[in-house]
């Protein structure tokens, strides 16, 4: 049976009383080894969650529980956060005028300055930074930053890593890398990784677990490919795939035979269709997305977006045919 590393109990933490903010009587609980993210717009409690849950916030209400043991507060320990949790957060917290090796070592006691050594190493090896072991911080980018930050709080044997948005620095080529090799230390040290992102491709490409943040309230919560094809609220839809959402009277208007108030489907449901009919819809515009052209669309005065694999099949001005082959009903 799977050990719950981390167990959140009702927690609560508000920053004011008359609005919403911060989190509100959330619950969930976290197995070891797992890779789990916190997806939700800005503002939604993310970070706040995540701070709380390391101790660095006091919580309202509720409680945290790291392996069965309460996770303390900032007001009940001299040096705020949980001695096998490490947190990077996005000003990295390094020591920007020391070199890349002495920002790591010094995560280590010297009472062991062989081992010390050779665990530096080793971690530098993981995140593909030996070239920049003498370096300073103030000469690296950002990406590079972000690497030394993580091998800084994986090295002295971390239980669970925390990332509050890892990748918002990191150019699109090295954001794939750094997933992968965070994906691939999980899979070689069994370290837990949580973190919060802004943007859902992070959630669904590395977690084995997505937790839905909305207005400080986990709204749902499971495996990423279940939540994306299940979701419970068009919110979750719109924020994990761009979901196109109609009301009753527009999808009457497409020939959608529904009751409900609102149906929501994502572009790639949409089938696009030679046939000649009378549910043909123009095609207002395409947008080249690399391997695939994302098509807006029109019917009825109704606009839908839909997904061409194969470049250049229907233009701007063309006619096609749309089927929605699967929508979901709110």
């Known amino acids: 049976m799977d050990e719950n590393i981390i167990s959140v109990r009702a927690l609560t933490k508000q920053y004011q009383t008359s609005q919403a903010s911060g989190i509100n009587d959330i619950s969930f609980d976290i197995v070891s080894g797992q890779i789990v993210a916190i997806i939700g717009e800005s503002g939604s409690g993310k970070s706040t969650l995540l701070k709380t849950m390391f101790g660095l916030l006091k919580a309202d209400s509720g409680e945290v529980l790291y392996r069965g043991n309460r996770v303390l507060g900032p007001d009940e320990q001299l040096i705020p956060g949980h001695k096998e949790m490490k947190i990077v957060t996005q000003d990295f917290s390094l020591n920007i005028y ?132 299940n979701p419970e609220h068009i919110y979750t839809a719109r924020l994990l795939g761009n979901a196109v959402v109609l009301n009753h009277q527009q999808a009457l208007d497409l020939g959608i035979h529904t009751k409900a108030e609102t149906i929501v489907f994502y572009p790639e449901w949409a089938e696009l269709k030679n046939a000649w009919n009378s549910k043909r819809f123009a095609v207002k515009d395409v947008y080249y997305k690399g391997f695939y052209e994302e098509l807006l669309l029109e019917r009825n005065g109704v606009l839908i977006r839909a997904i061409q694999l194969n470049s250049g099949t229907h233009k701007k001005n063309d006619h096609v045919q749309v089927n929605i082959g699967r929508f979901l009903e709110f």
């Open 98 to 229: 020391a070199k890349v090796y002495d920002n790591i070592a010094s995560m280590l006691s010297n009472t062991d300055v062989k081992s010390k050594q050779e665990k530096t190493i080793a971690m530098m090896e993981h995140l593909h930074i030996s070239h920049l072991s003498q370096k300073k911080i103030t000469e690296l980018s950002g990406g590079e930053q972000q690497r030394v930050a993580i091998a800084r709080a994986l090295v002295s044997d971390t239980q669970v890593l925390l990332l509050d948005e890892p990748f918002s620095q990191v150019d699109a080529l090295l954001k794939n890398q750094l997933r992968a090799d965070i994906k691939r230390i999980v899979a070689d040290t069994g370290v837990t990784v949580i973190m919060v992102s802004h943007d859902p491709a992070d959630g669904l490409f590395l977690a084995d677990k997505l937790l839905l943040i909305q207005d400080g309230k986990l709204i749902q919560i499971g495996k990423p490919e279940y939540i994306y094809n």
